[in-house]
């Protein structure tokens, strides 16, 4: 009954930001802990940061003071704000709950960070 929709990827320069955006469908949204996921070439899917319903956040060690990760309840739409990006950071990236549930996948938001 929950779609999780991820927006706002692009090509950006490095050192640069850019905000990524998670819409959700459904009110499952305001009860369980989401996350954000990113996968790059040849690589695993790893979770890059999360927040559960009260706002209790947690970061990959690759990203934390960088990505700050947010939500607005009334919107039910969280948020991944990406600051000084690095080459390292492109990636797809993909909202999901956490921990992660196969059927929300989606096609996820494609983020190039160039140098």
């Known amino acids: 009954q929950v779609q999780l929709v991820e927006s706002g990827g692009g090509l950006v320069q490095a050192g640069e930001s850019r905000r990524l955006s998670c819409a959700a469908s459904g009110s499952g949204f305001r009860i369980n802990t989401r996350g954000w996921y990113r996968q790059a070439p040849g690589k695993q899917r790893d979770l890059v940061a999360r927040?559960?319903?009260?706002?209790?956040?947690n970061y990959a060690d690759s990203v934390k003071g960088r990505f700050t990760i947010s939500r607005d309840n009334a919107k039910n739409t969280v948020y991944l704000q990406m600051n000084t990006l690095k080459p390292e950071d492109t990636a797809v990236y993909y909202c999901?709950?956490?921990?992660?549930?196969?059927?929300?996948w989606g096609q996820g938001t494609q983020v190039t960070v160039s140098s």
């Open positions: 999901n709950f956490w921990p992660s549930r196969n059927a929300y």
């Open positions: 927040i559960s319903s009260g706002g209790s956040t």
